[in-house]
Each structure stands twice: as C-alpha cells, then as structure tokens.
C-alpha cells in the first residue's frame, strides 16, 4: 500500500490548505483512514479519522470548527480541509491507513498499518 500525501505549505495565519492523500496498491474504500501530525520537538498525535465508508468522522477538539477530513472512494484519496490555521497547527501532517478493513476508525497510531511520507504544513503568524 502507498500512500502519498500532498497540499503543505507556508500560510500566514487564519489562512487555509487542503492536505491530500493519494492511496493505491489495494482497496481504498475497505479501510478507515486517518490524519496524524508531528510539530517540532513533539510527538506524532492524532488529528482526524473518517470510517472506510466516509459516513463518520472525527476531529480531535484542538481542530475542531477549523478542519474537516473527507474522502472520495472512487478517486481513492483523503482529504483535511484546514480553515483558520494558527501558528500552533504547524507540523508535519501524515495520512494513515487502518490495517483492518471495515473497523470503526482508531485515534491510536498501532492502529494504522500504513502511512505517508508526510507533508509540512508552517503556519506564520
């Protein structure tokens, strides 16, 4: 499974991006999806999830308002829409892919067999 994820960049704050994720090598549309991100000096942490299907998602509260995650199983990508962004939503924002298909999704990493190369997302203020 390859994942390639796309769409960061230097934005001044309030400003948005839509983060990308292309997947490819088995079937998309089986396996719930998450994003994670990783600011400087911290720890990967969980950001959003959308089941395999795309009816549910969730974003962690710091984001919430501000992000949206959808996905297009025909295209077989992922998408974070961010609105609003501030300096502290700066980091390296990953696209995950459940192990398991049809499982509800997860917020924890182990959960997430396969994962992006990651995009940088740098929010001035």
């Known amino acids: 499974v390859q994942l390639q994820a796309s769409g960061g960049g230097l934005v001044q704050t309030g400003a948005s991006l839509r983060l990308s994720c292309a997947a490819s090598g088995r079937t998309f549309a089986q396996y719930s999806m998450g994003w994670f991100r990783q600011a400087p000096g911290k720890e990967r942490e969980f950001v959003a999830a959308?089941?395999?299907?795309?009816?549910?998602?969730y974003v962690v509260d710091s984001v919430k308002g501000r992000f949206t995650i959808s996905r297009d199983n025909v295209k077989e990508r992922l998408y974070l829409q961010m609105n609003n962004l501030k300096p502290e939503d700066t980091a390296v924002y990953y696209c995950a892919a459940d192990s398991m298909p049809y499982r509800t999704y997860g917020s924890s990493q182990e959960e997430y067999a396969y994962w992006g190369q990651g995009t940088l997302v740098t929010v001035s203020s």
């Open positions: 959308t089941t395999w299907s795309g009816a549910t998602t």
